[in-house]
């Protein structure tokens, strides 16, 4: 099946600072890859939708600047948190769409814990 | 229209019980409706799916359950284990829509001996 692969799954970084994650579709290609933040005992919340070649969608209430993403290649997309601050501290996950025409699926990656110090 | 509506929150169902969780929708273009099982720490790993064209779709002990005229889709686990014990989450996504998962709120399910 379908595989995305994302790291890493623990960074601790120092508040100002930034850090990126990776999201990597291995036997597939992605055109769309999807970030979520997941609160604690929450669902998971769409922050921004990343299409291969293009800039991506972000949601309301989601700050482009400080939650940069890259959809560079098929395979690959990235979150970048710029000047990363406590209140950033969470759980991101990746997920890529998969499958053609109306026969597609969603997978998701591992997620990264995400601790701003 | 985007809302996906899940319940209960948290189950408690006895080692060897059915487990059901329920979600229900209100975009009629939704045409794919997955569930997710996600473990403390991890990423939600897909657990079934169905499309509106079969009202059931089982696969091991997980069973999907369609009911598109009430726009509700339900999953039973059968002989639920230990092992089951972690949080579920429906989602329904649309082919002609903008791509992205609409997801439920989550249910906490705990399977006690």
């Known amino acids: 099946g379908a595989v995305v692969s994302q790291h890493p799954s623990r960074v601790i970084c120092k508040s100002g600072t930034s850090v990126k994650i990776e999201c990597r579709s291995l036997d597939f290609q992605a055109t769309t890859m999807f970030w979520y933040r997941q609160f604690p005992k929450q669902s998971l919340m769409l922050m921004a939708t990343s299409n291969e070649g293009s800039k991506a969608t972000y949601e309301q209430g989601v700050e482009k600047d400080k939650f940069l993403i890259n959809h560079a290649s098929l395979t690959l997309s990235t979150l970048t948190v710029t000047s990363a601050h406590p209140e950033d501290s969470s759980f991101y996950i990746c997920?890529?769409?998969?499958?053609?025409?109306?026969?597609?699926?969603?997978?998701f990656g591992s997620g990264t814990r995400l601790t701003v110090v | 229209q985007q809302q996906v509506k899940q319940s209960p929150q948290s189950l408690i169902v006895q080692k060897g019980g059915i487990s059901i969780i329920n979600c229900a929708y209100e975009?009629?273009?939704?045409?794919?409706f997955p569930w997710y099982q996600q473990f403390p720490g991890k990423g939600p790993a897909l657990l079934i799916a169905?499309?509106?064209?079969?009202s059931e779709k089982k696969e091991g002990r997980f069973t999907i359950s369609f009911n598109k005229s009430a726009k509700q889709f339900s999953l039973h686990i059968m002989d639920s284990q230990p092992g089951d014990s972690a949080t579920y989450f429906c989602a329904a996504s649309s082919y002609f829509g903008n791509e992205k998962l609409t997801f439920g709120t989550g249910t906490r399910l705990t399977i006690i001996p």
């Open positions: 997920s890529a769409r998969e499958g053609t025409g109306s026969n597609y699926g969603y997978t």
């Open positions: 169905i499309r509106p064209d079969v």
């Open positions: 975009n009629t273009a939704f045409d794919y």
